[in-house]
């Protein structure tokens, strides 16, 4: 299973971007799949995950609920991190990771790879 992340890029504060997350394989069904960031000299923190199962949900980090909002193309295997309102505390390079289930390996974290967000006027 890989995990190609897209989007990313530049704007100012109160601009929005779209990181998308692919999901491709053979046999593989999607357990979790979401973003964290990582900020210069920070660690790397939760941003938005969607979970799937007997009760599932999408659970967003506080500093992000109201603006970020997932939203998915299941044909494609895909998701989407809309972030609206962006303010300078969201720079960050930004992960896709996803809890996939696969008949050979069972249930593991796979990442994708970084991409750089940067909000500034």
């Known amino acids: 299973v890989q995990l190609q992340a897209s989007g990313g890029g530049s704007v100012q504060p109160g601009g929005f971007l779209r990181l998308s997350c692919a999901a491709s394989?053979?046999?593989?069904?999607?357990?979790?799949i979401g973003w964290y960031r990582q900020a210069p000299g920070k660690q790397r923190e939760l941003v938005a995950e969607f979970v799937r199962g007997s009760n599932t949900k999408t659970v967003y980090a506080d500093s992000v609920k109201g603006r970020f909002t997932i939203s998915s193309d299941n044909a494609k295997n895909t998701k989407y991190l809309q972030m609206n309102s962006l303010k300078p505390e969201d720079t960050a390079v930004y992960y896709c990771?996803?809890?996939?289930?696969?008949?050979?390996?069972?249930?593991?974290?796979?990442w994708g790879q970084g991409t750089q967000v940067t909000v500034s006027s």
């Open positions: 394989g053979s046999t593989f069904v999607i357990n979790a």
């Open positions: 990771k996803g809890n996939i289930w696969t008949p050979t390996q069972g249930s593991i974290d796979y």
